[in-house]
């Protein structure tokens, strides 16, 4: 077989980014509800990591941004009239209209979940898109999500697309932020779903914040995405660790290939994970490596606040592995510290990269939440769209989109403003043809 590759779609950041604390259960989110955000620069900040990355040789692409305001749901919601006077009307609803312009998809963790060909029965890629329904504001992405990944994601032959799962609270699913696979890209793999709840209760839960992701809906994707059941594990995350600002598993937890590197206190049973996740990853003759952090060198309080485990893991051609952090990991001494010892003696691990990504860090989302990891053959790679690939060449185009486009300022005032509509819809009409994307937003259909 050839030799497989993983390639990062991040999200791009939307024009509409701003601060509203939508996200109950993201401390970050919450803590700068209401601050000033600067739209421009967290689109050029996301941008610059993604030719970095690039650069250093890691295949990276992009998703772009979805419309917002989302129209559409305000009109579902009986506002009428022109697009002004429904924004003009919705904006006696500050938090409402917040929602329905939230740019939240940038952080296309949440976009979908991916099974790589690898690992299944037929041999394509599988998608399904994330219901995202625990928030209103991310409930609304999914149409567009679907229609993007079908775009990029096109030939029958090699890619599988189904649709986001019912969205009821039995079936809520938060994409790949909370599943993860272990094993080497071009061979079957072990995947990892992470939930944190049973839907139809009688098991732990968090008491502070919602735990968003379920079993029933994990163990749903499994059967769509026609994975062996010896080939997934299904565990719990740690209540605890949700009730404390976990409100994803990849706020605690990263994966690449052989290596698990994650919290003590991640999982219900970690020592039982990490047990089964080797006893399986033996059964394919595949080599298993977990690096746990313990809780007396990172408390989980400075993984949330530094997003230490929300980096990106990265394979290098000569065998070891790029951890990619926020800058903020770099500013807690205690984190940093770690950091340096396990680069110096992990072996795989040994090159420690930090990425300046505030504004998404203010709103909530690391270097993790930002990219959506997919598993692609030499045959799969060529045939996703090409326009979506990053190069020299599409980073200056994007840049110098971001700069025409984009505000470098932004709160919640601004959102009834119909001129910013204008303004975002003229930026996604021209993006969709810098992409060749075709008409993927409300506005064009």
Same mark, same amino acid.
Request: net charge negative.
């Given at each position: 077989?050839?030799?497989?590759?993983?390639?990062?779609?991040?999200?791009?950041?939307?024009?509409?980014?701003?601060?509203?604390?939508?996200?109950?259960?993201?401390?970050?989110?919450?803590?700068?509800?209401?601050?000033?955000?600067?739209?421009?620069?967290?689109?050029?900040?996301?941008?610059?990591?993604?030719?970095?990355?690039?650069?250093?040789?890691?295949?990276?692409?992009?998703?772009?941004?979805?419309?917002?305001?989302?129209?559409?749901?305000?009109?579902?919601?009986?506002?009428?009239?022109?697009?002004?006077?429904?924004?003009?009307?919705?904006?006696?609803?500050?938090?409402?209209?917040?929602?329905?312009?939230?740019?939240?998809?940038?952080?296309?963790?949440?976009?979908?979940?991916?099974?790589?060909?690898?690992?299944?029965?037929?041999?394509?890629?599988?998608?399904?898109?994330?219901?995202?329904?625990?928030?209103?504001?991310?409930?609304?992405?999914?149409?567009?999500?679907?229609?993007?990944?079908?775009?990029?994601?096109?030939?029958?032959?090699?890619?599988?697309?189904?649709?986001?799962?019912?969205?009821?609270?039995?079936?809520?699913?938060?994409?790949?932020?909370?599943?993860?696979?272990?094993?080497?890209?071009?061979?079957?793999?072990?995947?990892?779903?992470?939930?944190?709840?049973?839907?139809?209760?009688?098991?732990?839960?968090?008491?502070?914040?919602?735990?968003?992701?379920?079993?029933?809906?994990?163990?749903?994707?499994?059967?769509?995405?026609?994975?062996?059941?010896?080939?997934?594990?299904?565990?719990?995350?740690?209540?605890?660790?949700?009730?404390?600002?976990?409100?994803?598993?990849?706020?605690?937890?990263?994966?690449?290939? @052989?290596?698990? $590197?994650?919290?003590?206190?991640?999982?219900? !049973?970690? +020592? &039982? #994970?990490? *047990?089964?996740?080797?006893?399986? /990853?033996?059964?394919? @003759?595949?080599? $298993?490596?977990?690096?746990?952090?313990?809780? !007396?060198? +990172? &408390? #989980?309080? *400075?993984?949330?606040?530094?997003? /230490?485990?929300?980096? @990106?893991?990265?394979?290098?051609?000569?065998?070891?592995?790029?951890?990619? +952090?926020?800058?903020?990991?770099?500013?807690?001494?205690?984190?940093?510290?770690?950091?340096?010892?396990?680069?110096?003696?992990?072996?795989?691990?040994?090159?420690?990269?930090?990425?300046?990504?505030?504004?998404?860090?203010?709103?909530?989302?690391?270097?993790?939440?930002?990219?959506?990891?997919?598993?692609?053959?030499?045959?799969?790679?060529?045939?996703?769209?090409?326009?979506?690939?990053?190069?020299?060449?599409?980073?200056?185009?994007?840049?110098?989109?971001?700069?025409?486009?984009?505000?470098?300022?932004?709160?919640?005032?601004?959102?009834?403003?119909?001129?910013?509509?204008?303004?975002?819809?003229?930026?996604?009409?021209?993006?969709?043809?810098?992409?060749?994307?075709?008409?993927?937003?409300?506005?064009?259909?």
């Amino acid at each position: 077989m050839k030799r497989s590759m993983e390639v990062n779609f991040d999200g791009l950041v939307g024009p509409t980014h701003h601060y509203a604390g939508l996200s109950f259960g993201n401390e970050a989110s919450t803590r700068h509800r209401n601050h000033d955000a600067n739209p421009r620069l967290a689109a050029q900040q996301g941008l610059l990591k993604m030719k970095s990355l690039s650069d250093a040789g890691f295949p990276q692409a992009v998703l772009p941004p979805h419309e917002r305001p989302h129209l559409p749901a305000l009109r579902q919601l009986g506002f009428s009239g022109t697009d002004g006077q429904i924004l003009a009307a919705a904006a006696r609803y500050p938090q409402l209209l917040s929602a329905v312009s939230s740019a939240s998809a940038m952080w296309v963790a949440n976009a979908a979940t991916v099974s790589p060909s690898a690992d299944s029965a037929d041999g394509r890629v599988h998608f399904t898109v994330a219901n995202l329904n625990n928030k209103f504001h991310r409930a609304l992405e999914a149409k567009t999500t679907g229609a993007v990944l079908a775009a990029i994601f096109a030939d029958g032959r090699y890619f599988q697309h189904h649709p986001p799962l019912p969205s009821v609270a039995l079936l809520g699913d938060e994409g790949a932020a909370n599943h993860s696979r272990l094993g080497r890209y071009d061979e079957p793999g072990i995947q990892l779903f992470v939930y944190g709840k049973d839907g139809y209760g009688g098991g732990a839960e968090p008491g502070r914040y919602p735990a968003r992701q379920t079993r029933e809906a994990s163990e749903a994707i499994i059967r769509l995405h026609q994975l062996a059941p010896e080939r997934t594990l299904l565990v719990q995350q740690n209540p605890a660790v949700i009730d404390e600002g976990v409100f994803h598993n990849d706020v605690i937890a990263v994966s690449n290939e @052989q290596v698990l $590197f994650y919290h003590q206190h991640a999982f219900m !049973d970690g +020592v &039982s #994970v990490r *047990d089964r996740l080797r006893r399986r /990853l033996a059964l394919l @003759q595949q080599d $298993f490596l977990p690096v746990e952090v313990p809780a !007396d060198r +990172v &408390s #989980v309080a *400075d993984a949330v606040q530094t997003y /230490l485990f929300n980096s @990106q893991l990265l394979s290098r051609q000569d065998g070891h592995m790029t951890l990619v +952090v926020p800058e903020e990991a770099r500013r807690d001494a205690g984190v940093w510290r770690y950091l340096a010892e396990l680069a110096a003696e992990n072996g795989v691990i040994d090159d420690i990269r930090v990425v300046d990504l505030r504004e998404s860090m203010r709103n909530g989302g690391g270097p993790a939440c930002l990219r959506l990891r997919i598993i692609l053959t030499q045959d799969e790679y060529r045939a996703v769209n090409p326009r979506v690939l990053m190069t020299e060449y599409l980073f200056l185009q994007l840049s110098q989109w971001v700069d025409r486009h984009y505000r470098d300022r932004l709160n919640q005032q601004d959102l009834a403003d119909p001129a910013l509509l204008n303004e975002v819809r003229t930026a996604l009409d021209e993006l969709t043809q810098l992409l060749d994307l075709g008409s993927v937003y409300p506005f064009q259909q």
